[in-house]
């Protein structure tokens, strides 16, 4: 019964947000309404933390049990669709922050040159 409950609130705050990450309604569900499951994913944090420091007995099993899922809603972020363009070094090389491939080719022909002259 020990292994079981500990597997469980190890376990069901990883299975949850697994299920959210591959779950499309499930991630959906979670997009659209983000603040308040991350404010119920806080609260079971809040639930998990109170059943291990502060309650006892029968509370401290029902906190336990029910806060260790709610905790897999607590580590989603939003990330917004546009890009600003802040992400991108000043004086990129390559046209349109693309990735230069001859700079590249250029590049890693010099490293194996460099490392075994046996195979240029």
């Known amino acids: 019964m020990i292994a079981a ?3 469980w609130l190890v376990a ?6 697994a299920a ?8 959906r569900f979670v997009a659209r309404f983000y603040l308040p499951a991350l404010v119920v994913g806080w609260i079971g944090v ?7 420091f502060v309650c006892d007995g ?8 029910t806060g260790a899922p709610l905790v897999g809603l607590s580590f989603w972020s939003r ?3 546009g890009d600003d363009g802040e992400d991108e070094p000043d004086g990129d090389p390559a046209p349109h922050g693309g990735f230069d491939w001859e700079e590249f ?16």
Do not use: K
């Open 58 to 65: 029968r509370e401290r099993t029902l906190a336990g049990l």
């Open 5 to 7: 409950a500990t597997l």
């Open 105 to 120: 080719a250029r590049e890693f022909g010099a490293y194996v040159a460099a490392r075994d002259p046996i195979l240029v």
């Open 79 to 81: 990330r917004d669709g």
């Open 20 to 27: 959210i990450g591959h779950w499309r309604p499930a991630n």
């Open 12 to 17: 069901s705050p990883f299975l949850v947000g």
């Open 46 to 52: 809040g639930a998990l933390l109170a059943a291990v």
